[in-house]
């Protein structure tokens, strides 16, 4: 496994992290290959885990609270997000901060992940959705400065919404977030446009989420993929993104080099960024943490100029819509 510096925070992150939103929130996982998953990618030399609370409610920080646990030994870094208290997903765009991240509702939700995840500190604390709107009142700054002061959170960042990478920028002028999670993969290459050199610029470390476009870009997907009833997928692959995508992933099949799969490349293409601090794809089977975490192990001359041009040929600009929470 390589590592790179987290942005300001100059903590070494595995280049591969490990997304722990399947494992408390999708259909068709199994616990105990999870809790095994989640031990080989340590052994594979992952340190870096995201989860939150909306994960099942404290499910998956539990889980995460349990691998911990089994590894003493290893400094294994929990990054979790306080969720909107008006469970808006996306936010509601004139919605007030009042509404979603009142001080009480921060305070509130670091103690309950604190527990969730049975450690004094947590250290990266995220606000699992943003509307730039509200950077510009005091509350959620006095909440940021009072859980630093005692030492309850040491990185305050914000995952920001689906499609909106700079919905973010006014809040990181602040300087009081350290980390942005952004959407990020061969679809979805904007962040490259704005929210990538100011984060380069101001050394602010960068979440690569939901690298596989929530599992298309692993070319798993067909035309009558579904999902057990309140799987968020269900929804994400409604019928019209769904038959958009596989005409999508079915061009890209052929820009895959011979020793790699689809999914291999997809996060090859996001590690060559070199502001990307680590990606986290989401796992629940071992043989997808083996094949993952190889990437992670790789230099970034693996992929050709020739590949990485055709792969940004493959870029997809989308806007929210109502199923794209
Ligand atoms: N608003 C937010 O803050 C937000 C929103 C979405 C996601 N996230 C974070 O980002 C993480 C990643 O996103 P995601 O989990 O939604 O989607 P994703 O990483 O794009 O896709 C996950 C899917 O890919 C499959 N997969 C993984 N590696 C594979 C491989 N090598 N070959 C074939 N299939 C493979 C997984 O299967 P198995 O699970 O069966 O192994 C799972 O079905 C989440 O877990 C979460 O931590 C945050």
Redesign the pocket.
């Known amino acids: 496994m390589q590592y790179r510096k987290f942005g300001r925070l100059n903590w070494n992150i595995s280049e591969v992290g490990?997304?722990?939103?399947?494992?408390a929130g999708?259909s068709?996982?199994d616990l105990k290959e999870?809790e095994m998953?989640l031990d080989k990618a340590v052994e594979l030399g992952c340190n870096f885990f995201?989860?939150?609370w909306a994960?099942g409610a404290g499910k998956s920080e539990n889980i995460l609270a349990d691998l911990i646990r089994r590894h003493p030994e290893k400094r294994l870094y929990a990054a979790t997000?306080i969720p909107p208290k008006n469970h808006q997903?996306p936010p509601i765009k004139d919605s007030k901060i009042e509404e979603v991240f009142p001080f009480d509702h921060i305070v509130q939700f670091t103690e309950k992940s604190l527990q969730n995840l049975k450690v004094d500190t947590i250290d990266l604390m995220?606000f699992?959705?943003w509307e730039d709107s509200w950077s510009s009142t005091d509350d959620w700054k006095k909440a940021i400065e009072k859980l630093k002061k005692e030492g309850k959170v040491r990185s305050f960042g914000i995952?920001?919404?689906?499609w909106e990478p700079v919905n973010c920028l006014k809040a990181l002028e602040t300087q009081l977030i350290d980390v942005v999670?952004v959407?990020y993969?061969i679809f979805d290459q904007s962040p490259e446009d704005e929210l990538f050199p100011y984060c380069e610029k101001e050394k602010i470390a960068i979440?690569a989420?939901?690298?596989?476009?929530?599992?298309?870009?692993?070319?798993?997907l067909d035309i009558n993929s579904k999902w057990d009833e309140g799987d968020f997928r269900n929804v994400y692959f409604g019928k019209e993104n769904l038959i958009n995508t596989l005409e999508r992933v079915e061009r890209l099949k052929s820009l895959v080099p011979a020793e790699m799969?689809?999914?291999?490349l997809a996060?090859r293409f996001i590690l060559n960024h070199p502001t990307v601090s680590t990606v986290?794809?989401?796992?629940?089977?071992i043989?997808?943490?083996e094949?993952?975490m190889k990437m992670g192990a790789l230099v970034n001359s693996e992929l050709s100029s020739q590949t990485l041009s055709q792969l940004k040929a493959n870029r997809w600009d989308r806007v929210p819509t109502s199923w794209s929470c």
């Open positions: 490990y997304g722990m939103w399947g494992m999708w068709g996982g999870t998953a995201d989860t939150a994960y997000k997903w995220q699992h959705v995952s920001v919404n689906r999670q959407i993969n979440i989420r939901v690298p596989f476009d929530e599992g298309s870009l692993t070319g798993a799969s689809l999914a291999q996060l986290i794809p989401g796992m629940r089977k043989r997808n943490v094949n993952n």
